[in-house]
């Protein structure tokens, strides 16, 4: 029943609610899902199983996972991509530019 493309509902955790694709089965419980949550394994407990199975391959990126959505006519989430800034450069000090206070 839980094959690679099938749409299920996530009924746990962070992502609850929200429509998710099976894209790798990795053990007998256990897949990874992508879609409209987090792509991350998850227990096969956590899904609701529907009716809907998209055509991807083993291993399909989000991107692929996303067109396949749309192309079945299923509303596809936008999620804002978060932008970190540049880590800073740690700036060498001399021991003789520090002030040190002497008792």
């Known amino acids: 029943m839980l094959e690679v ?4 509902l996530k009924i ?12 790798e089965k990795i053990k007998e419980n256990l897949v990874l899902v992508d879609g409209n949550v987090r792509r ?4 096969i407990k956590h899904l609701e199983p529907t009716e809907t ?5 083993k291993g399909a990126t ?8 749309s192309t ?5 989430a936008e999620f804002k991509k ?8 740690k ?3 001399k021991k003789s530019e520090k002030k040190t206070k002497k008792k």
Do not use: F, Q, Y
């Open 40 to 43: 991350r394994n998850c227990s």
């Open 72 to 76: 079945a006519k299923l509303k596809v």
């Open 91 to 93: 700036t060498e000090t």
């Open 12 to 23: 746990a955790g962070r992502d609850a609610g929200r429509i998710a694709v099976i894209v």
């Open 5 to 8: 493309g099938r749409v299920c």
């Open 82 to 89: 978060v932008k970190r800034s540049p880590k800073k450069e």
């Open 53 to 57: 199975v998209l055509k991807i391959k």
């Open 62 to 69: 989000t991107e692929e996972v996303h067109k396949a959505m």
